[in-house]
């Protein structure tokens, strides 16, 4: 095993491609200067079509969950009611940054690994007229679902005068995503996931509507606060210091995405997905979600004849090959693996062909090619990618 070569296959930091590790190597600009005014410039435009909106994307430096946190605190203030959909470990986290504002927060708490119910979003919203906003996690990554967020903006937009705001980390860049035509009114997403950059951008998006709301609401704010980065992005500026270096390597991500054509990128990433699910029910292990819930970005593993942790600790040590494990009650229960971003069929295979020879080496006795075949048949199947 070559000690620096790590195969990186986590839902999120996901690989960096070269020729974006090369931008963000680029010498170092004045950030007030004329040279950043032409970067955001550049990028401003480009941004729109990933997320599937005519509004501005606002970049703010810091995390996804930085970006959580300015969706709370410009949408909603002590005492507000709100619905909180927790159908994982971060729809959880939503839930505590809400209270953590004293926000009055409802939970509506489905099993981890299976998407939420609109029509019971529907019902509850008829029962609870104050609700001022829904939150909601597009991809659950600690589960590997998607969350029908469509199907939620009709319900919510026609049942109330709630906003409906979307943790997007785990897929935007990596699955359909139509702000507008849906109606979500904030939606929230990070750099280091399917946007296939290091981690301390966070990008959001806000409707007409939220803007109502965000310029009325009393509460208090000052990095966080949208009113400054919609006032600085008119003027192709930031209101703090950028995270230059990151926004030289998203320039080459557009690149890259543009290059590719966007629902090329949605086709590759439906197609891994399938791949991997494929191979796995081949060998017999059983998968946490449901076909029709499962998303496109991360897929999440729960064995029943051998110990995740196990099969995990195998894949690292001899192939340096990293998945993730399992959150808060599914820890030590389940495996995932990320296919997003820089990631191909090829990685696909390769990982499949891992996990086959590291099954056998816990002793867990499988027909060697199974999972590959499979994933095979699913890339002939579905054809070569343009």
Not at 155 to 173: K, P, Q, R, Y
């Amino acid at each position: 095993m070559l000690a620096d070569q790590h195969l990186l296959r986590i839902p999120g930091p996901s690989p960096i491609p070269p020729s974006v590790q090369r931008a963000m190597n680029q010498t170092m600009i004045g950030h007030r200067g004329k040279e950043t005014k032409d970067l955001i410039q550049r990028i401003k435009p480009r941004l729109k079509p990933i997320f599937g909106t005519e509004q501005d994307v606002l970049i703010v430096s810091g995390s996804g969950t930085a970006g959580l946190e300015t969706a709370v605190v410009n949408t909603v203030k002590p005492g507000d009611e709100v619905l909180v959909i927790v159908t994982g470990a971060f729809g959880d986290r939503f839930v505590k940054i809400c209270q953590a504002y004293d926000v009055a927060v409802q939970r509506y708490d489905v099993e981890w690994g299976a998407a939420f119910d609109p029509a019971y979003i529907k019902t509850y919203l008829k029962d609870h007229p104050n609700i001022k906003a829904v939150f909601a996690t597009y991809c659950e990554t600690s589960t590997g679902i998607l969350n029908p967020i469509q199907e939620l903006c009709t319900v919510v937009h026609e049942n109330s005068n709630a906003l409906v705001i979307v943790d997007g980390v785990s897929c935007v860049g990596g699955v359909d995503t139509e702000v507008d035509a849906w109606g979500i009114d904030v939606l929230v997403t990070g750099s280091q996931k399917a946007m296939m950059l290091p981690a301390g951008l966070t990008f959001i998006t806000v409707s007409e509507e939220a803007w109502k709301i965000i310029e009325q609401n009393k509460q208090a704010r000052f990095y966080l606060d949208l009113r400054k980065y919609r006032k600085s992005l008119a003027d192709d500026s930031t209101p703090f210091t950028p995270a230059l270096s990151l926004l030289f390597g998203l320039d080459q991500v557009l690149n890259l995405v543009e290059e590719e054509g966007l629902q090329n990128v949605y086709t590759r990433h439906e197609l891994m997905k399938n791949m991997t699910r494929s191979a796995f029910k081949a060998m017999g292990i059983p998968l946490l979600t449901a076909d029709d819930a499962a998303s496109p970005t991360v897929t999440a593993i729960r064995p029943n004849d051998f110990a995740a942790e196990d099969l995990r600790k195998v894949m690292k040590q001899e192939f340096n090959l990293s998945v993730a494990g399992g959150q808060q009650h599914l820890q030590g229960k389940i495996f995932r693996i990320g296919h997003m971003g820089y990631c191909s069929p090829a990685d696909v295979l390769q990982i499949i062909g891992i996990v086959e020879i590291s099954l056998r080496k816990i002793g867990k006795q499988i027909e060697l090619g199974q999972g590959i075949r499979a994933a095979q048949e699913v890339y002939l199947q579905q054809g070569v990618l343009a």
